[in-house]
């Protein structure tokens, strides 16, 4: 078997407190991998800086410096966790066959990359590593998250359950992942969407062992309204809908202001009044719906997703 050379990105933003344990713990992994003829001597550690103001870079050119192993990417600034990802993913492509993402915190079993490996040998492009439970999670952050699975697949965004961003990628779908244009980046729904053979790995997920996150709620609630508003137009057509609805209604209004208006029931220009509120909004939020129905289908056009992905192609030799 011909042993494939991996890459594994991790993004880092001031993670001064993990990096050296996270550097140690990851190459010999990676070292293992590579004694067990599993991986390539060509496979390598790609830290992505995500513009930390800490030590965080001045670490990782140390590491370079100690390591052949180990490589660094550096952002000009801050750019966001999925920002810093992709920028790792798209420079990793360029010399390896399969890329791995996870965090710098260790959060995610880093065990887990020999079933992802393993997986890739049995021909998956895509191997999502799944939190099997979220024991070690705050009840809060265990909650949110649940709610938020919940809340996009309402909202029709596909996205893996408990699958956060430690993933296997195969060359050819980070080749196809290129090709997605968009800005706001939502990675989580992005990679269902490239499609080839794929499948999960459960594993328990720990303790960040120092430092804080970096994913205040602030942030979290963000990345969810991120996520759901690159994906879906569910909340425009929702304005027509609740438009539509307000317009059914105001006809049962008009008729009750009337009977009123007849049994003399009411003092003057009441009537008038009531049927014109009801009236009026619903054909105003109607409208906004048409409007906002029109602004999706340009929202949708102007991504410039692919249309198709291409797995296979059987032509003459
Ligand atoms: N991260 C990053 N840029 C940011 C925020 C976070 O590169 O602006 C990195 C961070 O260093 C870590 C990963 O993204 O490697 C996930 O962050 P964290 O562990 O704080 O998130 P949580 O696990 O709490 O959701
Ligand atoms: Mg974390």
Redesign the pocket.
Known sequence: MKEEILYIV??????EEVLPETSTKVLEKLNKLIDNKKISSKSRILF?N?GSKDKTWEMIEELHKGDKHYLGLCLSR?F??QK??LAGLMEAKKHADMVISM???L?DDIDAIDEFVKEYYNGNDIVYGVRSSRKKDTFFKRNTALLFYKLMKKMGVDIVYNH?DYRLMSKRSLDELEKFKEVNLFLRGLIPLIGFKSTKVFYERKN?FAGE???PLKKMLAFAFDGITSFSIKPIKLIMSLGLTISIISILIMLYALIVKLIGYTVEGWTFIIISIWLLGGLQMFSIGIIGEYIGKIYQETKERPKYIIEKVLGDK
């Open positions: 991790i993004p880092c933003y001031n993670e992505v995500d801050n966001g966790h810093a990802l965090d710098a915190d959060q956060a960040r996150s970096k994913y």
